[in-house]
């Protein structure tokens, strides 16, 4: 049995890492790429401005194709088109609604069988910045081998209880990785 003293430093030093770490979450929020090409844009649906961001890459020609992951079984590919004004040549070639998924781990591994279907080499990640890590982290382990991830960035204002609750379950996340996906 470990000496009083030894539990409590171990405690500390626990709870010191906890706190850095929620700081460094919390300060740090991953940020836009912008100008960065790939070979398609896997969007992740549920915060605003990231389906406009996957599209204004498309635009710009910074990406060949776009999966918006997550899309609710009711949206028609055209009410779609209607609601972010996207031509029907764009959707017809280039655009792709997922509907298979409906939390983060589950659009990671719908932009997996999208990205080996298309054999792509490179991805766009988009979502919000407070979001980003654990969306990252998940479409890194579902990604086939050698498939490098771009993190774009929504800059958002979360508020502390969104930090909060997204820290824990990224730590969660990143233990679950420890002992099995």
């Known amino acids: 049995m470990k ?11 626990l709870l010191l890492a906890w706190a850095f770490g929620f700081l460094w979450f919390a300060l740090l929020l ?3 790429a912008d100008g960065q090409r790939a070979d398609g844009v896997v969007v992740l649906t549920g915060g605003e401005g990231r389906i406009p961001r996957g ?23 055209g009410e779609f088109a209607a609601e972010y004004k996207v031509a029907p040549e764009t959707m017809a070639c280039c655009v792709t609604l997922g509907y298979q998924s409906v939390d983060t781990r589950s659009n990671a591994l719908e932009a997996a ?4 279907e298309r054999k792509a080499r490179t ?8 979001h980003m890590r654990r969306a990252a982290l998940d479409m890194s382990r579902a990604m086939p081998k050698g498939t490098v991830i771009i993190e774009d960035a929504i800059p958002s204002r979360p ?6 609750l997204e820290y824990h379950k990224l730590l969660a996340r990143w233990a679950s990785g420890l002992v099995g996906w």
Not at 123 to 130: A, F, S
């Open 3 to 13: 000496p009083p003293g030894t539990l409590r430093r171990l405690a500390s030093l």
């Open 30 to 32: 991953p940020r836009p």
């Open 55 to 77: 599209l204004a890459i498309l635009a710009r020609g910074e990406a060949r194709e776009m999966l918006v992951a997550g899309v609710d079984r009711e949206v028609k590919p």
């Open 113 to 116: 069988r999208w990205i080996a």
């Open 123 to 130: 991805v766009r990640l988009v979502t919000t910045d407070w």
């Open 159 to 164: 508020r502390f209880k969104i930090l909060f």
